[in-house]
C-alpha cells in the first residue's frame, strides 16, 4: 500500500504512562512516513492529552467504550457504530495483547483497511531498548521507521502556564523529585531522596519540588517529614499536561523508573532515574540529558515474577544517595 493511500491512521496504545512515552518514537515514525495523513491515537484519555494538539494527534479518544470487548471474541457480533468506526481507518497500528489475533483479524473483519498488530511487551530473549523493539516491529509491519529520541512537545499555553506557576510560587532553579513508581519494588528509599533533596537546597542553593500522583501520598508524606526543617512544594495530582509543563521549566528532576520520569526526561529536563529490579538497558529514559543509577546487586535487574516474590528489595537499598548526588551534579553541570 503507497503512501499517498494511507489518509486516517489509528494508533492504540494503552498501558502505563512510561509506555506512552516510550512509544512517541514510534508515533514519530508514522508522522514523518505519512505526513499528509490525519492520526489518531486511542487509549486513556488522561494520558492522551499529553499527545493531542502537541503534534503526534489530531485527536484522541478513549478505549474504555461499550463494544471493545466484541472485538475479542472469535467470530463475535461487532456492534455496528464501532465496528464503523475502526473502518474509517486505512491502517490501524495496535499496540494491545492480542496472542491469538482475534483483535487483529476482528479490526479487519470491521473492514480496516492494514493492520500492524504490535504485542506491547517483547519477548524475554529481546535485547534492545523498548522503543527500539516498537520500532522494529513497525518496520516489519511495512513502515520506514528511524530511531529517534521520545520527545514531548508543548503548546504556548502550556508554557505560559509553567511561566504564571513559577511566578506564583516564587521560583528559581528547582530541582523535581518523584519519589514514588508504578510498583513500590521499584521505588527509592524515601529517606534517599530527601537527602538529595537537601543536598540540593543547602549545597546547590536550589528548590525542591515534590511531585505526587494518585498512589504516592504515603511515600511523598515520607519525604516531606525526612526533610525537616525544610520544606519543599509538593505538586500533587495535576493533569500531566501542566505537569509536563511544569517539570520542564525545572534544572533538574531525579526519580525512578517511572512515567513521570519519563515525562521529564521527554520535555529535555535533565533527569536522573534510579534503576533496581527493572533493566535499564530495556526502560531506561533515552537521551543525551539522561542519566540512570542503577543497583550492582547481583540479581539486578530482576523478571517481573522474581520482583514480586522479593520480600526486600535490597538491589534498591544498595543504591547510595552519594551515587546519586554524584550523578545530579555532574548531569547539571553539563546541562
Known amino acids: 500500500m503507497k503512501n499517498r493511500q494511507i489518509e486516517h491512521i489509528l494508533v492504540i496504545r494503552t498501558g502505563g504512562i512510561g509506555d506512552l512515552v516510550l512509544s512517541l518514537p514510534l508515533l514519530m515514525a508514522l508522522r514523518k512516513c505519512y505526513p499528509q495523513s490525519r492520526l489518531e491515537v486511542m487509549g486513556y484519555r488522561s494520558r492522551l492529552e499529553l499527545l493531542e494538539g502537541r503534534y503526534y494527534a489530531d485527536r484522541i479518544c478513549s478505549v474504555e467504550q461499550s463494544g471493545m470487548a466484541s472485538f475479542f471474541v472469535q467470530n463475535g457480533i461487532l456492534p ?108 527509592w528509599r524515601p529517606e534517599g531522596f530527601a537527602e538529595v533533596a537537601k543536598w540540593a537546597i543547602e549545597k546547590l542553593g536550589m528548590q525542591v519540588l515534590l511531585v505526587s500522583g494518585p498512589a504516592d501520598q504515603q511515600i511523598t508524606r515520607q519525604v516531606v517529614q525526612e526533610m525537616k526543617p525544610r520544606k519543599p512544594l509538593v505538586v500533587e495530582n495535576f493533569p500531566l499536561t501542566r505537569l509536563a509543563a511544569i517539570l520542564y521549566k525545572c534544572q533538574g528532576f531525579v526519580g525512578n523508573d517511572s512515567g513521570i520520569t519519563h515525562i521529564a526526561s521527554a520535555v529535555g529536563t535533565p533527569t536522573v532515574a534510579v534503576f533496581g529490579p527493572s533493566a535499564p538497558r ?33 538491589c534498591m537499598d544498595s543504591i547510595t544517595t552519594k551515587e546519586v548526588r554524584k550523578t545530579v551534579e555532574k548531569l547539571l553541570e553539563g546541562s
Open 80 to 187: 455496528e457504530k464501532l465496528a464503523q468506526y475502526f473502518a474509517s481507518f486505512d491502517m490501524v497500528v495496535s499496540l494491545v495483547s492480542d496472542p491469538d489475533g482475534l483483535f487483529s483479524a476482528n479490526l479487519q473483519r470491521a473492514g480496516v483497511g492494514k493492520v500492524i498488530s504490535i504485542a506491547p511487551l517483547p519477548s524475554r530473549s529481546g535485547r534492545g531498548h523498548y522503543s527500539h523493539y516498537l520500532l522494529s516491529q513497525l518496520r516489519h509491519g511495512g513502515v520506514k521507521a528511524r530511531l529517534t529520541e521520545p520527545r514531548l512537545f508543548l503548546t504556548e499555553a502550556d508554557r505560559e502556564y509553567a511561566s504564571q506557576f513559577w511566578r506564583e510560587h516564587g521560583l528559581g532553579r528547582v530541582l523535581a523529585i518523584h519519589a514514588g513508581s508504578g510498583s513500590p519494588r521499584k521505588a
Open 282 to 314: 530495556i526502560w531506561a529514559p533515552q537521551g543525551k540529558h539522561t542519566a540512570v543509577v542503577k543497583s550492582s546487586f547481583p540479581c539486578s535487574p530482576c523478571t517481573r515474577e522474581s520482583m514480586h516474590r522479593c520480600q526486600r528489595q535490597k
